[in-house]
T-cell receptor
């Protein structure tokens, strides 16, 4: 099984900050990686697919990069409404998938 | 607009079988290029994929749950269902149903539509 390791598990940042979250796969998964945002009490929302493609309607301050085993999710300028938990998810062998452990983002 | 809605008991006794149904509206469950999945989230914890099904009935399960999980589809009712047997307190979670998009119209795979989730508590 492919293991996904997300870091950090939590982070605190100020409005306007650049925020970066990383996700590492235990083996090469090409660009088969998504990022989701989950706000408290809500279902997750797909933000980025194929490691770097923005889902329709998602603000451009969100971005993703990486391939192989190392991936990065970035918020270029943190907004108050971005407070949420973020998850990576691999689909190297769709439809079998796996989620990372999540990163809880708080406002400083 | 596609909508998914989970339904089923909110309380299940230990050792019994958890049963949930997801009703899809605003679109057909028989559409190609889509799978239909179940994901769960224990209180205060992360997301765990349980399994997915294609409209043809082909199923795909998380190896860690495979021995206890059955997912089925009823295309006539536009529904798919989850059964999880021999439950324990560790199965207490919010259970989500979601649509898993395969690559289509240039957009890559992902869970693009989700139900609101339903809390299932395992307790005597």
């Amino acid at each position: 099984d492919i293991q996904m390791t997300q870091s950090p598990s939590s982070l605190s940042a100020s409005v306007g900050d650049r925020v970066t979250i990383t996700c590492q796969a235990s083996q090469d998964i090409s660009n088969y990686l998504n990022w989701y945002q989950q706000k408290p009490g809500k279902a997750p929302k797909l933000l980025i697919y194929d490691a770097s493609n923005l889902e329709t309607g998602v603000p451009s301050r969100f971005s993703g990069s990486g391939s192989g085993t190392d991936f990065t999710f970035t918020i270029s300028s943190l907004q108050p409404e971005d407070i949420a938990t973020y998850y990576c998810q691999q689909y190297d062998n769709l439809p079998w998938i796996a989620f990372g452990q999540g990163t809880r983002l708080e406002i400083k | 607009q596609l909508q998914l809605q989970e339904s089923g008991p909110g309380l299940v006794k230990p050792s019994e079988t958890l049963s949930l149904t997801c009703t899809v509206s605003g679109g057909s469950i028989s559409s190609s290029s889509y799978y239909w999945g179940w994901i769960r989230q224990p209180p205060g914890k992360g997301l765990e994929w349980i399994g997915s099904i294609y409209y043809s009935g082909s199923t795909y399960y998380n190896p860690s749950l495979k021995s206890r999980v059955t997912i089925s589809v009823d295309t006539s009712k536009n529904q798919f269902s989850l059964k999880l047997s021999s439950v324990t307190a560790a199965d207490t979670a919010v259970y989500y149903c979601a649509r898993l998009r395969d690559t289509i119209f240039g957009e890559g795979p992902g869970f693009d539509y989700w139900g609101q989730g339903t809390l299932v508590t395992v307790s005597s």
